[in-house]
C-alpha cells in the first residue's frame, strides 16, 4: 500500500507541474493562479528543461509573463532549457516578441547569457531579422555592461 500511495503523489505532482507549464503555453493565467495558490511550484520545468517563463515567453503570453516575473523566483528569468541551452528573453528574441523582451529585461533577465550556440538574445533577434528588437537588446546589454562595471569600480 505505501509504494501504491507513493506512487500515487509523485504522479499527481507530475501532472500538478505539467500543469503550470500547460496553463502558461495556453495563455491560462486563472489556472497559472490557481495552481500557484495551491503551493505547487512555479519553477516547474517540463521534460525539456523549461519553464512556464520560457513558454509564456515564446507563444506571447504577456500576461503570464507579468506575473511569473512579479511572483516566481527571480532565479526563473535566466533558467536555460535543456536543449538549446537558452532562456525565456533568447525564447522571446527569436519568436520577434518585443513587449516580452522589454518585460523580461525590465525584470532583470541577464543580457549577456549565450545559448549553446553561444549567441546571446540580441543575436538571435539579428537572426531573426528584427532590426528594432536588435537594436533595442544591443542598447540594453551595454547599459547592463555599464551598470555592472559602475558597481564594480565603487
Do not use: W
Not at 507513493?6 to 505532482?13: A, G, K, P, R, V
Not at 537558452?86 to 532583470?108: D, E, W
Request: hydrophobic letters at 40%; charged letters at 20%.
Amino acid at each position: 500500500p505505501i509504494a501504491g500511495t507513493t506512487n500515487y503523489i509523485s504522479n499527481l505532482l507530475e501532472k500538478t507541474s505539467d500543469g503550470i507549464i500547460r496553463a502558461a503555453r495556453n495563455g491560462d493565467l486563472k489556472m497559472l493562479k490557481e495552481l500557484h495558490g495551491q503551493g505547487f511550484s512555479l519553477l516547474s520545468i517540463d521534460a525539456t528543461g523549461q519553464t512556464a517563463l520560457h513558454h509564456g515567453a515564446r507563444f506571447g503570453h504577456k500576461d503570464i509573463v507579468k506575473y511569473l516575473i512579479a511572483c516566481a523566483p527571480s532565479s526563473i528569468l535566466n533558467m536555460a532549457d535543456n536543449d538549446k541551452g537558452q532562456t525565456a528573453l533568447h525564447k522571446a528574441a527569436v519568436t520577434k516578441r518585443r513587449s516580452i523582451c522589454c518585460m523580461l529585461v525590465a525584470g532583470g533577465a541577464a543580457l549577456n547569457m549565450t545559448d549553446r550556440q553561444g549567441k546571446t538574445a540580441y543575436q538571435l533577434a539579428v537572426q531573426a531579422d528584427d532590426p528594432d528588437l536588435a537594436a533595442y537588446l544591443e542598447s540594453q546589454e551595454s547599459f547592463q555592461l555599464t551598470g555592472e562595471d559602475v558597481e564594480t569600480v565603487v
